[in-house]
């Protein structure tokens, strides 16, 4: 599965994007949050990737932050919300307000979004307000874009079992402290940062 994309930003609308990455353009829908913090067309843009499979296609999501990913993936795990719908709920409101309209039970300021009823909006309480983080995490500003090492030293982290989050937030501290450009240095700084 596609979870990250990294190349030349081709075109871009409000709810699509197309970044080519190694010669093939990926056709990525995305949310207004998102569109509004792209770069112009034809610089680099880093994106989070959700690949959704149905039986007659394959669709790609993409966030520039690793927080709107996750709260769309937690969205699609509701009853009667698609990936379609999740993209439209994260286009209508901020993502911490929205995580603080679920944990608080405010079914009325859920159902002002686009294309949310009453029931919709109950369920998203009912369901998510468990198992959403606090809302610090997800207000989380735009995060800087990971240089190519970096990247590289998140991925060889999270295939030795490190969860995606703590390698992010390690290599993040390792930041305030001025990263160096060595891939073995800096995979050696989140080890240590990470067995603490």
Not at 1 to 17: D, E, F, S, T, Y
Not at 76 to 86: E, F, M, Q, R
Request: net charge neutral.
């Amino acid at each position: 599965m596609i979870a990250h994309l990294r190349g030349k930003l081709l075109a871009k609308h409000p709810n699509q994007v197309i970044v080519e990455t190694a010669g093939v353009g990926y056709d990525v829908t995305i949310s207004v949050p998102t569109f509004s913090d792209l770069p112009e067309v034809g610089a680099e843009v880093a994106l989070h990737i959700h690949t959704h499979v149905r039986e007659d296609a394959i669709a790609l999501y993409g966030f520039l932050r690793p927080s709107e990913k996750i709260l769309f993936e937690k969205l699609i795990t509701v009853s009667g919300i698609g990936p379609k719908l999740a993209i439209t709920i994260l286009s209508g409101m901020a993502a911490d307000e929205m995580v603080g309209a679920i944990r608080g039970n405010d079914v009325a300021r859920l159902t002002r979004i686009p294309g949310i009823g009453k029931k919709t909006a109950e369920r998203m309480v009912l369901e998510l307000r468990d198992k959403l983080p606090e809302t610090a995490p997800i207000t989380a500003t735009a995060v800087a874009p990971m240089s190519a090492v970096e990247e590289d030293v998140l991925s060889a982290l999270v295939n030795l079992g490190y969860q995606r989050a703590a390698a992010e937030k390690a290599l993040a501290s390792l930041g305030k402290n001025g990263p160096s450009t060595s891939f073995d240095h800096l995979f050696r700084a989140a080890l240590a940062q990470l067995s603490k």
